[in-house]
């Protein structure tokens, strides 16, 4: 394999020109042409389903593939609160320039700019492109488009749709591209795995499939691939993630040899509900939404702290003065706005205290008797209706009545494949976008710009991107499935069923990745150090022994068969959990989510180290040792490079 | 708690299923259902028996995955929720509980308690979207009154599980058509089509195999989202308007 070099593309001149100056020197595809190339888009979330849907309106040849029964499903559909563009539509002083300000400091200083600023230039498109597409979100009584507040911002910035802005901008792009599958531009495969990438002459140039009803092994190829399978919170087990959101695609990518950026940067989202027992499968997320209008507290008394948890007495009989709104006493100038990374830590630092409000110590309060109390009980069912119901079902708990209780928990992974400001891995022809890369978010993200991220990456960033890789392209023929590399692939991915068949042990699938959960969030979780971390490697390593020699997988291959899907997840997710700890461990500073306990103010507030640590760490795949660590400089042209503040 | 489940058992779409029974023991009240289901198929896997086939994912009621029939109602004993928002603390201790897959001629089973719904996808296919592509105009170049966002807002609220169809006994998906519909009629970017997508998505949910509307409203019960048949009123109204076109 060729030496990797990163080289980040990023184009010159002024950053507020380079988007416009690249595009125009990049090179396109004629529509004749297009006709011709083919492209496969791997998942069908909002980066996935709006770049097939973009690529096949243009003309290009399309396969989308997804685990799910319908593209539909995709676990971008959760996503409640919103979406972020820099429309100034509430004339509060926002612009392209503050939203990329805003982004690139909430992320710690630990994302390129050009790419932050291209996002911001392009969020006001998405916005155009979803309300043409019939998304119906929220308005004012006047006809136009309402907005709220997100964590991190100052002003209000976020359109959503209730509190299902992510199923509505899905929909969107789901209805794009079911016009495009119609119009024969784009072929769905559904209930399809990916599990390996096929290279020829070392490009991109296909992918193996397991299609989950058959158990068949598939091959497909197309002139570049685009990886857009989400994010790998689930190594942890428990997370807001959806059940069968994976890491896989990820990790055969990285095999294969595109570098994996970031990895320790995993966010930690405050609100979401406890955990309640050994039986839980997942955690839910209460939307950051909330926070415009909820109240974050713990009691002052530790007396009252017990009364809560025998249920002696009930947290609205505490009285004002005896609250603790540590957020709003911490940090004046945000309040409960903060950005997600300080908010969930600073519910630790309560809950270690000894101030969490149930009985497994690890809660706080998300309250909003005072806004109903001054805004009226109808104006936040219209505003949090559905969050309230989701919150009632699941807990028992009216919270209209009594407050809600709230822990951080893993959500979403701002670290991803390496790509450059084209969006391509160190793989030619393999590209990543939304979650799936680690471009825009740096070391943690604001709330409401996944879904922005997601879908400036498909309607407008790739689209463009790519025309310049195939237009070198346009003399290459099909792909022909049956070379001999994609014959290797398949025969590797068979020979890795056979294998986990064969083993036969005693454990279930669930039970080792539990255990793998547990080391990684006690010691890879909300606060890291490195003693803490070399004990996880070894731990994982030694996990990943047990589960190679211990693992038990029903069945066999050729049918559908879900404990075979799990397994091969989780294989991966062992890996990926290693990665998780090798780049934490690597990076001894306090950055956005990654925090490092040796690296603290008297305050216990993140401690960055610009000096060493201003770059992205690149990881590079090699067998049998471990990884090789390439950096990329970060180079701030613009943005004056300080110590996060949200108190003043 | 404890349970006795008598679950339906298919190997795929052509064999033929039956139901087996199973007995589960130590199950927390908080407990999900989805999550009693995990715990089942733990315990046969460590049996040596083969797990229960089951869809989910988000188990937040969102994704639209899960699709059990239990005790005789699509998504159990509850109102307006999916299968994964059903507690155990739904269920009295002792009770014996029946898991069904959706039943529906368009909804073939793959196995177990899957079944394939991609019918619903060929439906939206065949007109489910407003026909515009690359640059548009301004977000707010078009006001649109408050009333007609919230309508479409609640139409579009639909995730496509299917409970309509398996609740309704001619297995019609009309309140999903009409959800769609109608969700894009109420915006004025969407009456553009209007007419014309009321009638071919409505040839295709016939030509697919799903039955006619008798107005029973069991769909309506049912949807874990609480969408209105009044929706089917509109559907009715375009695809008449269409058929006058012709």
Redesign the interface.
């Known amino acids: 394999m060729a030496e990797i070099k990163l080289d980040s593309k990023i184009p010159s001149g002024p950053l507020a020109e380079k988007w416009t100056r690249h595009k125009a020197a990049i090179k396109v595809v004629s529509p004749a042409n297009k006709r011709k190339m083919e492209i496969i888009v791997v998942g069908t979330g909002l980066g996935g389903a709006s770049a097939a849907a973009?690529l096949g309106?243009l003309g290009y040849n399309v396969k989308i593939f997804c685990i799910?029964?319908?593209?539909?499903?995709a676990?971008s559909?959760?996503a409640q609160g919103g979406i972020n563009a820099a429309?100034n539509?509430q004339n509060d002083n926002d612009s392209v320039y503050r939203l990329f300000y805003d982004t690139i400091k909430g992320g710690d200083f630990r994302a390129r700019e050009a790419n932050v600023y291209r996002l911001a230039e392009v969020s006001n498109?998405i916005?155009?492109?979803?309300?043409?597409?019939?998304v119906?979100?929220?308005?004012?009584?006047?006809?136009?488009?309402a907005n709220r507040s997100f964590g991190g911002a100052q002003v209000s910035r976020t359109f959503y749709?209730?509190g299902?802005t992510g199923?509505?901008l899905l929909?969107g792009a789901?209805?794009?591209l079911?016009?495009q599958?119609?119009a024969g531009t784009v072929k769905?495969y559904?209930r399809r795995e990916m599990l390996d990438l096929v290279l020829i002459d070392g490009k991109a140039r296909g992918i193996i499939v397991r299609n989950l009803?058959t158990g068949e092994i598939e091959r497909y190829g197309a002139h570049a691939v685009v990886i857009a399978t989400g994010g790998y919170g689930n190594t942890y087990f428990l997370s807001t993630n959806?059940?069968?959101s994976n890491g896989s695609a990820l990790i055969q990518c990285y095999k294969k040899g595109a570098c994996f950026a970031n990895p320790c940067f995993v966010q930690i989202h405050p609100t979401c509900i406890p955990v309640?027992?050994k039986?839980?499968?997942?955690l839910?997320?209460m939307s950051e939404s909330l926070r415009n209008d909820g109240k974050i507290w713990t009691p002052k008394k530790l007396e009252d702290v017990e009364k809560l948890r025998k249920k002696q007495i009930k947290p609205s009989q505490i009285p004002e003065e005896d609250r603790d709104y540590y957020l709003e006493r911490r940090y004046p100038a945000f309040g409960n706005l903060v950005p997600r990374d300080v908010a969930s830590r600073a519910a630790k630092e309560r809950c270690d205290a000894g101030y969490g409000v149930n009985d497994t110590g690890l809660a706080v309060f998300l309250d909003f008797a005072e806004p109903i109390k001054r805004l009226g009980r109808k104006a936040i069912e219209e505003r949090y209706g559905n969050l309230f119901?989701?919150y009632e079902?699941?807990t028992?708990v009216n919270p209209y009545e009594e407050p809600m209780q709230i822990y951080p928990a893993i959500h979403y992974t701002m670290g991803g494949l390496w790509v450059d400001y084209n969006l391509m891995t160190t793989i030619p022809g393999l590209y990543a976008i939304g979650e799936a890369n680690f471009s825009d978010h740096g070391g943690n993200r604001l709330g409401a710009s996944a879904l922005m991220q997601g879908l400036a990456d498909g309607y407008y960033v790739l689209p463009n991107t790519i025309g310049d890789y195939l237009s070198a392209d346009i003399q290459t023929p099909k792909t022909d499935v049956n070379h001999p590399a994609f014959e290797e692939a398949e025969n590797r991915v068979k020979a890795r069923i056979e294998k986990l068949f064969k083993i036969k042990g005693k454990q279930?699938v669930?039970?080792l990745h539990k255990k793998l959960g547990n080391i990684m969030w006690e010691y890879v979780g909300m606060a890291r150090n490195e003693k803490g971390l070399k004990k996880a490697i070894k731990l994982i390593d030694e996990l990943t022994k047990e589960f190679w020699t211990d693992v038990?997988v029903?069945?066999k291959n050729g049918?559908?068969n879900?404990?075979l899907e799990k397994a091969l997840r989780l294989a991966d997710f062992l890996e990926i959990g290693k990665l998780i700890a090798l780049d934490a461990l690597d990076r001894r500073e306090s950055c956005g989510g990654h925090f490092r306990e040796e690296m603290q103010t008297e305050e216990g507030e993140a401690k960055r180290d610009d000096a060493n640590y201003m770059y992205v760490a690149a990881w590079e795949y090699r067998e049998n040792q471990d990884p090789k660590l390439h950096k990329e400089p970060l180079n701030y042209e613009v943005v004056k490079v300080s110590t996060r503040n949200y108190k003043n | 708690m404890k349970f006795t489940l008598k679950v339906w058992r298919q190997k795929?779409a052509k064999s033929k299923g039956r139901f087996e029974t199973y007995k589960i023991d130590n199950?927390?009240p908080?407990?999900?259902f989805?999550?009693m289901l995990?715990?089942l198929?733990?315990n046969?896997?460590?049996e040596?028996?083969?797990?229960v086939?089951f869809?989910?994912?988000?188990?937040?009621?969102?994704?639209?995955?899960c699709s059990l029939y239990i005790n005789g109602r699509a998504h159990g004993p509850d109102d307006?929720?999916t299968t994964c928002?059903l507690?155990m603390?739904k269920f009295k201790d002792g009770d014996t509980i029946t898991i069904e897959p959706w039943r529906s001629a368009a909804f073939p089973v793959?196995?177990d308690l899957?079944v394939?719904?991609?019918a619903?996808?060929q439906i939206?296919?065949?007109g489910?979207?407003?026909?515009?592509?690359?640059?548009?105009?301004?977000?707010?170049a078009i006001?649109?009154?408050?009333e007609d966002?919230?309508e479409?807002?609640d139409a579009?609220?639909c995730?496509?599980c299917g409970a309509c169809v398996a609740t309704c006994k001619n297995g019609s998906a009309m309140l999903f058509v009409a959800a769609r519909v109608s969700?894009?009629e109420?915006?004025p970017?969407?009456k553009i089509e209007a007419a014309k997508r009321a009638k071919s998505m409505v040839q295709k949910m016939d030509e697919l195999g799903f039955g006619a509307c008798s107005n029973t409203q069991a769909c309506e019960a049912e949807c874990p989202k609480g969408i209105s048949i009044a929706h089917i009123a509109r559907l009715n109204r375009l695809f008449i308007q269409a058929k006058l076109q012709d």
């Open positions: 973009t309106e799910s029964d319908s593209p539909r499903r676990h559909i959760a429309k539509y498109l916005i155009d492109k979803c309300v043409a597409q019939g119906p979100f929220a308005r004012e009584y006047g006809g136009l488009l749709a209730r299902q199923q509505q929909l789901y209805a794009s079911n016009r599958i119609a769905s559904n009803e959806a059940m069968n309640h027992g039986q839980q499968s997942k839910t997320l119901q989701m079902k699941i028992d279930t669930d039970e038990l029903p069945g049918d559908f879900q404990e | 795929n199950i927390s908080d407990t999900s989805l999550e995990d715990i198929n733990n046969l896997v460590h040596g028996k083969e797990p086939a869809d989910h994912d988000c188990r937040e009621g969102i994704c639209g995955m307006e929720i928002q507690h603390r793959v196995k899957v394939n719904r991609r619903f996808d939206l296919q065949a489910g979207f407003i026909s515009i592509s690359g640059i548009v105009p301004d977000a707010n006001p649109i009154r408050k966002a919230d479409s807002m579009s609220a995730i496509g969700a894009l109420r915006l970017q969407g």
